[in-house]
């Protein structure tokens, strides 16, 4: 079999930013794939930049993780020099800056969020090219493209921190129902004025839609077990 390892690979994930009445929620799957090939089954897509902001990445794992360090060293110096900690705007900016400058070789998308006392919690989307907007709640990744309808019927202005976050977890699901390049577990991160929430969902523990398999042990289970029953002509 002819393997070209330089032809580019399809790289897939979900990951969801949503405000709420009070602060912000960030959800994401872990599977991180290789063309066909899942390389990481339980990664984590949501990286701290400062104490009060996150960034869920999607797209090349590479260029999503440099990009988040050279943020992350940046936001540092800039909290020593004016001595607070930095805005979720700025935050943005600065991925803003760079994907833009970079955007001929960076292959990314990217989803800021966090609190501040200045403006509460923010939302930013910075898709490939590296326009930066604010939105009351974005999605990315290869599983966006499953949920652009759900989430117009199912985001309303001023949901409780549990609504928000039971919509998120609800909006991956569906995602890795459908979509073959996400899965694993969702992570979710909650950011408010009290701090910030991790929370973990396993996938065996995620509600099944439409003629999703129950997870097994075993691929004999799965054989055994029999795929959804033909409908009758």
């Avoid at 129902?177 to 996400?182: E, K, L, N, V």
């Amino acid at each position: 079999m002819d393997l070209n390892l330089d032809a580019p690979h399809s790289m897939g994930t979900t990951i969801i930013g949503v405000t709420y009445n009070g602060g912000v929620v960030l959800g994401a799957d872990s599977r991180t794939s290789t063309g066909m090939y899942v390389a990481n089954r339980a990664s984590d897509k949501i990286t701290q930049l400062t104490d009060n902001v996150y960034v869920c990445r999607s797209g090349s794992a590479a260029d999503s993780q440099v990009v988040s360090d050279y943020v992350r060293y940046f936001l540092h110096q800039h909290t020593i020099q004016l001595g607070q900690p930095a805005t979720v705007k700025v935050s943005a900016n600065l991925i803003r800056m760079l994907a833009y400058n970079n955007k001929n070789m960076l292959q990314t998308g990217l989803i800021v969020g966090g609190w501040d006392k200045y403006e509460g919690g923010k939302i930013y989307g910075i898709p490939l090219g590296g326009t930066v907007v604010e939105q009351p709640f974005a999605i990315g990744g290869s599983g966006s493209s499953y949920l652009y309808g759900f989430f117009d019927q199912a985001w309303k202005e001023g949901m409780t921190k549990e609504e928000a976050e039971q919509l998120v977890v609800k909006a991956v699901s569906l995602a890795i129902a459908r979509d073959g390049a996400s899965g694993g577990v969702v992570r979710t991160v909650i950011i408010n004025s009290e701090g910030v929430t991790r929370n973990f969902y396993p996938g065996d523990k995620l509600q099944l839609w439409h003629e999703e398999l129950e997870p097994q042990n075993s691929l004999l289970d799965i054989l055994n077990a029999g795929g959804p029953v033909p409908m009758a002509m």
